[in-house]
């Protein structure tokens, strides 16, 4: 089993910054990618930004969040960072940490943390 425990959220003026940590533990094999989704009060769950732990690290971010927020990795210590600056009240949400793991016995398997909550008062 795997689990993925994020912290750093908090409540935060609009402008300023926050940075959330995402530990993986557990039986991990394999780490394809982890990222970040997030999900606003009567809003779907939605992709924030994502990394390969490839030797690319290639990323993928939403158009909301370009330019903003930057997702960065720690192989060694299977961790996944979110640097969110110039934080807006739309980015008030539960955010999601992920993990997609590869095991060759079952394939890829996706994992969520339990989520941390941002909220960015105006």
């Known amino acids: 089993q795997v689990q993925l425990v994020e912290s750093g959220g908090g409540l935060v003026q609009a402008g300023e910054s926050l940075k959330l940590s995402c530990a993986a533990s557990g039986s991990i094999g394999r780490i394809d990618t982890m990222g970040w989704s997030r999900q606003a009060p009567g809003k779907q769950r939605e992709l924030v930004a994502a990394l390969a732990f490839t030797s690319n690290g290639k990323t993928n971010y939403a158009d909301s969040v370009k330019g903003r927020f930057t997702i960065s990795r720690d192989n060694a210590k299977n961790m996944v960072y979110l640097q969110m600056n110039g934080l807006d009240p739309e980015d008030t949400a539960v955010y999601y940490c992920?993990?997609?793991?590869?095991?060759?016995?079952?394939?890829?398997?996706?994992?969520w943390g339990q989520g941390t909550q941002v909220t960015v008062s105006s």
């Open positions: 992920n993990a997609e793991i590869w095991y060759y016995s079952t394939g890829l398997n996706r994992y």
